[in-house]
């Protein structure tokens, strides 16, 4: 057998030195690959600022905002920025009729007066390490892929083990290349975190789903929160001794601005992107899968917005919801006609083209890479059928809201039907975990919008599903009722257990072998569990073997795409780790006649307001600042910057991300992509990819102006 004695020459290969804005660097690399192109760009510093172990760097400022967002600090007490989108949740959270915070904002003026967020987390990153060839010792080439990975997990897990013994750090292991290269992450999580401020939706959500991935922007989307830690400096849970973290490092402020053509450099974590796909995945992006899923979203849309108008307790309930939805929604359509104007298939057809040509070149190519397209063209074949069927399990039935509630009780209710004794304590442990979610979902649950909802996408689902994935209990549902979707809406909810939160609670505070029988034969809870049952036999699990095989493929064709173009740049795709991006402030050109600036400003904010849009209303109070020009230090050319674009390469999970200049200080916080570059996930365009970030100058004009909380300015570092 022979050893993967490539490992050491295809690390080589990974970064060649061609200078572009497109790409998201690992941090560890900088140094070695990127700092020449970013100082050609006007960057100012060393590799060492960005990324050290030996001294404090701007890793050590930035975190892992939650689960899906970035956060960086800006003063010596743990004050941290991100967007107002990624603290939208616990506003909500903490936003009632009474305290309505989405609507009003919310200022802490001290310490005592900042809400603890119950399980928000922020992550901050310790070290990064290649551990390629601990991860594949003993892996040989043409080993079973099933033993690979199993080997491969167990190195894995060794070297994280090995990186957190003895300490309070958690740490993972992630493939790069589809498995051609592997890093170590060790992390270090703080679980006390407090909302300190944020300003009303009508600025931190200025232009909502009207402006949603679009440029110009005039959207204040910042929040700010704080970490604490115990008198240690270390993590802890929420307690009211803790005290605000203290920082190896954190961001000064520029309040010069920035200019077109200043460097930038975005630090954060990206989420996901898929740069190297075929032209077969492609299609199903842009032909199979978005075109049905943007239309269900609309749908659901259009329904929650209905009642959301007529009724502020509803509007609470469900904004959270409603943004959550048309993120995507909004991002899929431009991803889409993005994919179509870059002719994104045919370039990728001409790319695997030259590959087969390439290959055909010798009979050892055709040995180890022949195969790949042909094989690839077969199993995408294949992955339609699953992926259509994926698509309305997650956009049609999982969009009804009491059928993803009703999934949580299945391993309570299954534990008496397991063959032995029921486990009593785990019995009583998750039935007091599911009534805390109970309540939780019903705090913002409104029935007759899921009524609605459910009514729409079953009848949708029900008419393009293939008949072999419609649970039985549907079927009999439509058979029952002659396909009357009101009468079968009726009966699913009006009958359910899990449409009435006090008797449900009632059940899981006396839950027995009696409730577990009167649950299971609930009609939510029977439809879904054949519903779940259906899906993983028949799509989850061949799925999956689909998307597995395409991996290894995938593993295979990255190494020959870099044998064959050893010359040009390849950047890892994103996969929620810390990441450089950099570029410069740039505006663009989205079509004939039509000229971007790369900046906007207060004058943007109030022109819109008199548009008579929902999503433009403006605060009365910053109308009369803008009124009387009362700006302060903020003042520039007699208005106030508010956001503006530059080409730095970014994708989800790079919201609140930092924007830094040249020498390191924050100019602004990444929230957003200008909507003609929103398939940058599979195809960079530098003529249209532009990220979107709010000017930090508008945050401080919020916060001392607006807010007046000046004691928030007085806590950071500003450089004129």
Not at 48 to 70: H, L, W
Not at 213 to 226: E, K, V
Not at 296 to 316: A, E, F, G, H
Not at 422 to 444: H, M, N, V
Request: hydrophobic share 40%; glycine share 6%; net charge negative.
């Amino acid at each position: 057998m022979k050893r993967l004695s490539f490992i050491v020459a295809f690390s080589l290969l990974l970064f060649p030195s061609v200078y572009a804005d497109e790409g998201m660097w690992i941090p560890l690399l900088v140094g070695k690959y990127n700092l020449d192109a970013m100082k050609a760009k006007g960057f100012k510093l060393t590799a060492e600022d960005i990324y050290s172990i030996n001294q404090p760097s701007m890793k050590d400022a930035i975190v892992m905002f939650g689960r899906g967002c970035t956060g960086e600090l800006i003063s010596p007490n743990g004050l941290l920025i991100t967007n107002h989108h990624c603290g939208y949740g616990m506003i909500q959270y903490h936003s009632s009729v009474e305290h309505d915070y989405l609507s009003q904002g919310f200022w802490a003026m001290s310490l005592e007066e900042e809400l603890p967020c119950p399980g928000l987390t922020v992550t901050f990153l310790n070290r990064i390490e290649d551990v390629t060839q601990r991860v594949l010792q003993g892996v040989e080439s043409d080993m079973d892929e099933a033993i690979r990975q199993s080997m491969i997990q167990a190195n894995s897990k060794t070297i994280a083990d090995s990186a957190i013994a003895n300490s309070n750090l958690t740490a993972s292991v992630e493939p790069f290349y589809y498995g051609n290269q592997y890093f170590l992450f060790v992390y270090e999580v703080y679980s006390d975190v407090r909302l300190v401020g944020a300003p009303p939706s009508s600025i931190g959500k200025f232009g909502g789903d009207t402006d949603n991935w679009t440029w110009p922007r005039h959207t204040g989307d910042f929040s700010l929160f704080r970490v604490y830690a115990d008198k240690d400096n270390q993590p802890a849970p929420y307690s009211a001794e803790n005290v605000p973290y203290k920082p190896k490092r954190y961001f000064p402020i520029s309040t010069k601005g920035i200019s077109a053509g200043d460097f930038t450099m975005v630090y954060g974590y990206p989420a996901r992107t898929e740069q190297y796909i075929t032209s077969q995945a492609v299609h199903q992006v842009a032909n199979v899968s978005n075109p049905v899923k943007i239309s269900l979203r609309q749908t659901r849309l259009d329904i929650m917005k209905n009642y959301m108008m007529s009724n502020d307790t509803v509007r609470i309930k469900y904004a959270s919801k409603h943004a959550g939805v048309a993120n995507a929604w909004k991002k899929w359509i431009g991803e889409r006609n993005g994919l179509i104007r870059l002719n994104a298939i045919e370039k990728k057809e001409a790319l695997e083209q030259q590959f087969s040509q390439w290959v055909n070149e010798t009979q050892e190519r055709v040995e180890e890479y022949g195969y790949l397209l042909p094989r690839f063209s077969e199993l995408y074949g294949q992955r339609e059928h699953y992926l259509k069927a994926d698509d309305l399990r997650r956009e049609a039935f999982a969009a009804v809201e009491i059928n993803r509630f009703a999934l949580q009780f299945t391993r309570l209710v299954e534990e008496y039907y397991t063959g032995s004794e029921p486990d009593l304590a785990l019995i009583e442990k998750q039935s007091k975990g599911l009534i805390a979610s109970t309540r939780r979902f019903y705090k913002d649950y409104y029935s007759p919008i899921d009524r609605e909802i459910f009514q729409m996408m079953m009848r949708y689902l029900s008419e393009h599903l293939s008949d072999s994935l419609q649970p039985k209990a549907l079927k009999g549902l439509i058979q029952q009722y002659n396909a009357d979707w009101q009468k079968i809406t009726a009966k699913y909810f009006d009958e359910s257990l899990f449409a009435d939160s006090t008797k449900l609670i009632y059940y899981l505070s006396n839950f027995d072998r009696k409730a577990a029988n009167y649950m299971k034969t609930d009609l939510v809870y029977t439809l879904n569990a054949q519903f779940d049952s259906l899906f993983n036999e028949k799509v989850v699990t061949p799925f999956q073997m689909v998307n597995d095989e395409l991996t290894v493929l995938y593993r295979t064709y990255m190494k020959g795409l870099m044998e064959m173009q050893p010359n040009r740049i390849f950047y890892p795709d994103a996969n929620f780790t810390l990441r450089v991006a950099y570029g410069n402030v740039e505006g663009y050109s989205p079509c004939d006649a039509v000229d971007y600036l790369y900046y906007t400003t207060l004058e943007g904010v109030v022109e819109k307001s008199q548009m008579g849009v929902y999503d433009y209303e403006v605060p009365a109070k910053l109308l009369e600042l803008h009124k009387a020009k009362d700006y302060g230090r903020w003042a520039v050319n007699g208005t106030v910057p508010v956001s503006f674009s530059a080409t730095n390469h970014t994708s989800g999970g790079n919201s609140g991300s930092p924007v830094v200049n040249a020498q390191g200080h924050l100019v602004g916080v990444n929230f957003d992509r200008v909507w003609e570059g929103t398939m940058s996930d599979i195809m960079f365009d530098p003529a249209m990819c532009r990220n979107i970030s709010i000017d930090i100058r508008y945050a401080l004009f919020i916060i001392e102006k607006y807010a007046g909380a000046t004691h928030l300015i007085s806590e950071m570092t500003l450089i004129q």
